[in-house]
């Protein structure tokens, strides 16, 4: 009897403060502003998600067509790229690091509940992507997962534990496939 009413508890409480709801209420309604700017206008799409509280660098491109759930859960380096139709589902915190990219249709899930516990409350592990990262299309990326400097996400790997720095990793889950030898690019 205890769990059901834990359960029926967690799912009456609210999950966010009101000032997040009403930020999140702000963001939906200025979507449109971001989501139908004409494709090179990246510095107007940096500037409505600092509007937001979104930590943007210098020379970043985000795309119209990505998602960013949470702008002010956002950190985002100098020269980064956020492709087209990238999905950042960031409840928790999200880094990314400077000349990082993510392409097409990657997904960073910052967000997740507890499945241990029979309420399953809500959690918010944050996602760190190292500088120079490439998390490459369709790929995931994890609650809580950190993806090291200059590591390769390869296209639709599934990466819900930590990746190496440098490394490269593919499939479902990612596994490292190869280590990333910077000296051999022209």
């Known amino acids: 009897m205890s769990n059901e009413l834990d359960i029926s508890a967690n799912r009456n409480m609210s999950k966010y403060r009101r000032s997040e709801l009403l930020r999140r209420i702000a ?6 502003l971001f989501r ?3 494709r090179p206008m990246f510095a107007w799409r940096c500037f409505l998600l600092r509007l937001f509280g979104a ?8 795309y119209s067509t990505a998602t960013i759930y949470m702008p002010w859960n956002l950190d985002v380096a100098d020269w980064a790229a956020i492709g ?14 400077s000349r990082a990219t993510l392409s097409p249709h990657a997904y960073i899930c ?3 509940h507890d499945h241990r516990k029979a309420d399953m409350p809500l959690l918010k592990p944050a996602v760190h992507i190292g500088d120079q990262a490439w998390i490459c299309a369709a790929a995931f990326i994890g609650p ?8 390769i996400v390869g296209a639709r790997a599934v990466a819900v534990k930590d990746v190496l720095a440098w490394s490269i990793v593919a499939g479902n889950p990612a596994k490292q496939i190869g280590m990333r030898d910077m000296d051999k690019a022209e």
Not at 27 to 32: A, Q, R, S, T, Y
Not at 55 to 62: A, E, K, L, M, Y
Request: hydrophobic residues 40%.
């Open 27 to 32: 963001w939906g309604l200025c979507m449109p």
């Open 36 to 38: 139908f700017s004409p």
């Open 55 to 62: 930590r943007i660098g210098r020379d970043v491109h985000i």
């Open 84 to 97: 087209e139709h990238a999905y950042i589902y960031n409840l928790g915190r999200v880094s990314i690091g």
């Open 110 to 112: 910052a967000g997740t």
């Open 144 to 151: 809580g997962v950190t993806i090291g400097e200059g590591a």
